[in-house]
Every structure is written in C-alpha cells, then in structure tokens.
C-alpha cells in the first residue's frame, strides 16, 4: 500500500504543470497553443523569454524532488523507484490538463539527481555540448537522455534502479517522436529564446 500511495503521490505532484499555470498567470496565454504547443520550461522559454524557462524548470525539478523524497519516506528504494516513474508519467500525461503536459526533459533531469550525480553530470555534459554546437534543444535532450542509460549502467548495480532510468528514458525519447521525425528531414528549428526574438523585433 505505501508503493501505492508513493506512485498515486507522485502522479498527482507531476501532473502540476508549472508551464500551464505560469503561462496563463504571468501572460494570460496557455503555453501549449504557443511555440511548439508543449508544456515544457523550453517552449516557455521558446514563447515568453529566459525568466518564464527558468522558473518552469525550476518548479518540474522541486516537483519531482519532493515526490521521490516523499516515495523514500514511505517505502524506501521501492517508493523511490515508482515516484520517479510517476512524477515522469504524471508530467508527460497529467490528468487535469487533459493528458497534454511536457516532454519529461526537466523531470528525468531531477531524477538522475535523486539517483546518482554523476548520471547527471552525464547528462549535462551531453545536453550543453549538443545545444551549443547545434543550436537544437531537441536533439540536445534526445542525446542527453541516451546517455543517461550507460551511465547509469556504470555507476548502479541495482537492477530496480537501472529499469527506472531506462523506462524514464524511454518515455522522454517517445515524447520526442515529432522532433525526431522533424530532424531526420532537416526540418527542426535552431532555438531562440522568446525575449531574444521581442528585441529583434524591436
């Protein structure tokens, strides 16, 4: 029953999508019909400037870190292990935003965290190297989640938790389905910040 309730805890705290709710109160726009329509701290970075992305990633990372360590409390490695999922699923498809929320990016970010630091170390060094060489946070994040996995394979030796890892990757890796078709056509757009593009404008 505490399993349960850690997985049940951490949907409820993942679907929280701080990029819906600090779209429609700070700009009086949902985010998902801005940019590329997800709810993610990029697409509010994308649509609304460098302070929107920064606190949209902020709060999928306290999410996701008060989820694991309420799963700890209650059933310990096993209570970690279905929070993290369930905060990644929650974000991903949250219940009260109609199934529609982010891409996982910032929640699987928090969870190597919560794992092992330098699975996030990894990762880091993999996202920032490709985002500034190609310009594309999509391919950034798909490489970046890719390497989570040897990683992890590296430096866990708990079967549980490297199943974790995989499936949070997996779910991340789907949710970029249209940007992998997108880049393998050429077709994914260099990211620029949203106050980036205002003083162009200007």
């Known amino acids: 029953m505490k399993i349960l309730l850690s997985a049940v805890i951490a949907y409820v705290l993942g679907s929280a999508s701080f990029s819906i709710v600090l779209s429609r109160l ?4 949902d985010v998902r019909g801005e940019g590329s329509g997800n709810a993610g701290a990029t697409n509010m970075a994308r649509s609304f400037g460098k302070l929107a992305g920064a606190l949209t990633l902020l709060g999928d990372v306290l999410k996701t870190v008060a989820a694991v ?4 409390a209650l059933a310990g490695d096993w209570g970690v292990i279905v929070a993290c999922l369930g905060c990644q699923i929650g974000h991903c498809f949250p219940a009260y935003h109609h199934f529609k929320g982010g891409k996982g990016v910032a929640v699987g970010l928090a969870i190597t965290a919560m794992v092992d630091w330098r699975i996030t170390v990894t990762v880091l060094v993999v996202f920032i190297l490709t985002a500034v060489l190609s310009k594309k946070i999509s391919l950034a994040s798909i490489l970046a989640t890719f390497s989570a996995i040897p990683a992890a394979v590296l430096v866990i030796h708990d079967w549980r938790y490297l199943c974790m890892v995989a499936v949070a990757a997996s779910i991340i890796i789907f949710r970029h389905k249209e ?10 757009k260099d990211f620029h910040f949203g106050d980036e593009k205002k003083g162009k404008k200007k």
Not at 26 to 29: A, D
Not at 69 to 72: A, Q, S, T
Request: net charge positive; no cysteine; hydrophobic share 35%.
């Open 69 to 72: 360590l309420i799963g700890k």
């Open 26 to 29: 700070m700009y009086r726009k």
């Open 179 to 188: 940007n992998i078709s997108r880049l393998m056509k050429g077709e994914e």
